[in-house]
């Protein structure tokens, strides 16, 4: 007899197996949608803070913008265009500090200039400007932060609480970056910048401004020397045939580009008493900046004791103008006229103003400002005998309508004849360039012309070219140019191209130097 087996229904059935994948699944779900979450806030506070994270404030002078930006070094940044930038090392983090000064607010450097009490607490002012600026900030950068996270989070998501999850792990997220920032922060570091572009020489420039004080210092108490020699040249100079062979020439002294040397003023002055100068011709850029506070340096102007005509140069303001108007014996012109010993002067500003670059907005070019002045002559019942304006480039136009055209700007003495036979001279720099001129190995010379008129046709017959050497030089000279042969009874030769050649008893007739000792260089000035 058998005993049955067990049939399938005694047996128990296997046990399922477990769903392995979808249990998986599950458990990655949390960690991923927070990883998610993560991201998606911290995108969304970048995004924030690139677009909005930044702020327009004045500090000291300069109208300036600040703003953090994405970094991973953290640090400050100080950006100077077009001259570079210099960074700080001075914290860690994930933000950057960035100022830019985008512009010089020309009223608050005037107001710093004028009033000793600011100019004593300007660091103290600008400290306080920043410190304001980057308060704000912060708070700024937070809002735009969070904002960004939050909005950020509900376009990806697109959950109702992912937003607030958002702002809670944006919120930590700039505490940290804070914490870190004050955790980390070294002061000292303030003291050690990196440069970049131009300013990469800015120690050097440092160095090379405070050999200039000092050189300069030096440099002037040499001129004093040398501009006293004036008068042992003088005396040389009026051994030499009168332009006019009568005595009786009109005068005028023609300077350009002082820029505010003291060493100019002085040469001026002693050019004036020494020659017996009927009248001074500047044509511009007295002073640098055209700041009020250099305005108030215009005393010996007054003091000269003879007329004074001005124009404005590129780096005159319109209140340079009214300064120089306010000494009792100047003239400024613009498009205007005047006269001078019987002589009569015409003169237009350079149209631009180059310390304030949104200025030009709207201006005349250079030529157009030549043509404004052609126009103003021809209103004239009589035509001028002189016309005078900064940049050489303003002459063209006055070609053929004027004899003789003065200039300036280049610091560059050229005397030329234009097409249509009028002379333009363009004269040097009466100050040397300023403290600029200083910059290079040699110093700029300083520079003026004496020029001799006739009376009566307002004709240019001769002209003197007085000029100081810099510093470590004791040469002062002086060069008598005749325009056209004094009477001698003899007609010049010419060479073979018809061109006037000197004879022994001649003068020249295209302003070349006479044979004449009128180069007298002065002896060492100890």
């Keep these: 007899m058998t005993t049955p087996g067990p049939t399938s229904d005694d047996v128990d059935p296997a046990p399922d197996p477990a769903p392995a994948p979808a249990a998986r699944r599950s458990r990655l779900r949390t960690p991923v949608r927070w990883l998610q979450r993560i991201v998606v806030a911290l995108i969304g506070a970048t995004l924030g803070v690139l677009l909005f994270a930044r702020v327009e404030a004045p500090i000291g002078p300069f109208d300036a913008t600040v703003a953090f930006t994405p970094s991973t070094g953290g640090g400050a940044e100080l950006e100077i265009p077009p001259l570079g930038a210099l960074a700080v090392d001075a914290y860690d983090g994930p933000l950057r500090l960035d100022v830019q000064l985008r512009r010089v607010d020309q009223l608050r450097a005037q107001a710093l200039a004028t009033d000793p009490s600011q100019l004593d607490g300007v660091v103290d002012s600008v400290s306080a400007d920043l410190q304001s600026a980057v308060v704000q900030l912060v708070w700024t950068t937070a809002a735009a932060g969070i904002g960004g996270a939050a909005l950020f989070s509900l376009i990806a998501l697109r959950r109702k609480r992912e937003p607030l999850i958002a702002v809670g792990m944006s919120t930590v997220l700039l505490v940290g970056t804070a914490g870190l920032g004050a955790a980390t922060w070294r002061p000292e570091a303030l003291s050690q910048p990196t440069y970049t572009g131009l300013l990469v020489n800015a120690n050097s420039l440092i160095g090379s401004a405070q050999d200039i004080v000092a050189r300069y210092d030096a440099y002037r108490a040499s001129l004093e020397d040398l501009v006293a020699n004036v008068s042992t040249l003088y005396s040389a100079v009026s051994t030499l045939p009168d332009p006019s062979g009568t005595g009786d020439s009109v005068t005028l002294l023609h300077v350009a580009d002082i820029h505010l040397a003291p060493s100019g003023a002085d040469l001026v002055e002693q050019v004036v008493t020494q020659f017996g100068v009927d009248g001074v011709l500047d044509t511009g850029d007295i002073v640098d900046w055209g700041s009020s506070a250099e305005s ?226 002065a002896g060492p000035t100890g």
């Design 296 to 521: 108030q340096t215009f005393g010996w102007i007054g003091d000269l004791g003879v007329p004074y005509v001005f124009i404005r140069g590129n780096h005159d303001s319109a209140a340079t103008a009214l300064a120089v108007q306010a000494q009792p014996n100047a003239v400024v012109l613009d498009d205007s006229s005047t006269t001078v010993a019987g002589i009569e002067v015409v003169g237009a500003p350079d149209p631009r103003f180059t310390p304030d670059k949104d200025a030009d907005e709207g201006t005349q070019t250079l030529e157009e400002s030549g043509e404004e002045l052609v126009d103003y002559i021809d209103t004239l019942d009589d035509r001028p005998a002189v016309a005078m304006v900064h940049d050489p480039k303003q002459a063209p136009p006055l070609d053929g309508v004027v004899d003789l055209v003065l200039a300036g700007h280049t610091h560059q003495r050229d005397v030329s004849v234009l097409e249509d036979g009028t002379r333009l001279m363009v004269e040097g720099s009466t100050g040397g360039a300023g403290l600029r001129g200083l910059q290079g190995e040699e110093p700029t010379p300083l520079s003026c012309s004496v020029l001799y008129l006739d009376p009566a046709t307002g004709e240019l017959t001769a002209w003197d070219e007085i000029t100081l050497g810099g510093l470590g030089q004791s040469e002062v000279t002086i060069e008598r140019f005749y325009v056209d042969p004094l009477p001698t009874g003899d007609e010049p030769s010419t060479d073979p191209d018809g061109i006037p050649t000197q004879g022994p008893d001649q003068q020249p007739t295209d302003g070349t130097p006479t044979d004449a000792p009128s180069v007298a260089p």
